[in-house]
């Protein structure tokens, strides 16, 4: 049985005890440490003109996975065909193709292949009709592909398709700088060939007429 002059004394050490206990607890609740981090989604896809929004996922050491909504930079390493806010993680598609897109946060490391498509898109290709010799000459033809507002070159280097008909090993074609260069080496036989641009997704096929000469 506790006496009046007991009692303070009790109630003291208890309390006493109970900051020590907190105190050593401290140390068992700390936050997780950040082990890993991840882009969703892995294999983003963005049509040419829009939007999508990236986000990071952490894993931690205390076996958790959740999402990373603070001091997470990003970047995209082929600005020309995507572009991405450095603090949002907002990527834009700006041209077909593939981009790297990396992304930090507390000093580590992730990345992901960012595709850039034309979904929908009206191909076209200047000139029509044109002539080249066939002595390694070369000419230049341009295809674009067109949705709304929003013209972009198509070349075999972006997701397109070049198809000479018909088919020689002397008449090659290859893109440069957003258009194909057409060679016609000596040897390549006389007459019209069809230079055909095809691309996922567009509403049609561009054709222009290639005549070799002598």
């Known amino acids: 049985m506790f006496t009046g002059r007991k009692l303070p004394i009790t109630l003291a050490f208890a309390a006493l005890l109970g900051l020590a206990f907190g105190a050593s607890c401290k140390g068992f609740f700390v936050d ?3 082990q890993s981090i991840a882009i969703d989604p892995t ?3 963005v049509n040419v003109g829009s939007t999508i929004t990236l986000r990071v996922f952490g894993t931690y050491d205390d076996g958790t ?3 990373v909504k603070t001091g997470v930079s990003w970047k995209s390493e082929t600005t020309d065909v995507a572009t991405i806010d450095a603090n949002t993680g907002v990527l834009t598609g ?3 193709g593939s981009s790297i897109i990396d992304a930090s946060a507390q000093a580590l490391p992730a990345s992901a292949t960012a595709s850039v498509i034309l979904v929908g898109a009206a191909l076209a290709v200047t000139p029509t009709a044109t002539s080249v010799h066939a002595d390694g000459s070369s000419v230049t033809f341009t295809f674009t592909g067109t949705v709304g507002t929003k013209s972009v070159d198509i070349t075999t280097d972006n997701g397109g398709t070049l198809t ?3 088919s020689s090993t002397t008449l090659t074609c290859a893109p440069v700088a957003g258009t ?3 060679t016609a080496d000596t040897g390549t036989a006389l007459g019209p060939y069809s230079i055909t641009m095809t691309y996922p997704s567009a509403t049609n096929s561009a054709t ?5 000469t002598q």
């Open 94 to 96: 700006v041209a077909p």
């Open 164 to 166: 000479i008909t018909p």
């Open 208 to 212: 222009a007429t290639l005549t070799v």
């Open 65 to 67: 996975r959740k999402q």
């Open 180 to 182: 194909e260069v057409c």
């Open 32 to 34: 997780p440490v950040l």
């Open 43 to 45: 294999s983003p896809q």
